[in-house]
């Protein structure tokens, strides 16, 4: 299995894109992050859903947790409310590592490698030209683990 055999068609955003319309993308399609793209259309860099909820959470309360509890929950149910007007690119951190591209010709097990040394839940599957990187799909780990166990014949057919 290649890189660019695995890779599917993945839900992209760019810096510029409205905040909670990709949250919205994230939970409609139960996306573990999105690849964000630069103004050229390629990877920038990967906001995981995780980073996206901290966003959700008032500063006070992540310095300290035991404030969560005095919350009540009407406010509680309003956190979204912290992405209106906001950009995707204010909600990446500080300094957004640049997403894992694998090349089309990597195998299986390269990006596997790949995934699990950057610890990223996604890796972009890219082609290198002298006009710039070329996206040719995303390689999730569930995806990946999913092609895995189905070629030593491991997934259950139930």
Known sequence: MRARDLAVEYETVSVDSDA???ARLMAEHKLPGLLV???RGEPKAILPASQMVK?????????DPTLAAVVDEPHADRLCQALA????GECLSGQPT?????EPDDTALEVAALMARV??????????????????????ASHLLH????AAGEVRRD
């Not at 959470?57 to 992540?62: E, G, L, T």
């Open 85 to 88: 007007g906001r950009r995707v």
């Open 55 to 63: 966003v959700l959470v008032p500063a006070y309360v992540i310095e």
């Open 20 to 22: 909670l319309e990709a």
């Open 147 to 150: 092609a895995l166990l189905s």
């Open 98 to 102: 640049k997403p894992p591209i694998a």
């Open 37 to 39: 793209l630069d103004e």
């Open 119 to 140: 610890r990223s839940p996604l890796v972009a599957v890219a082609e290198r030209a002298k006009d710039g990187t070329h996206l040719l799909g995303v390689i999730t």
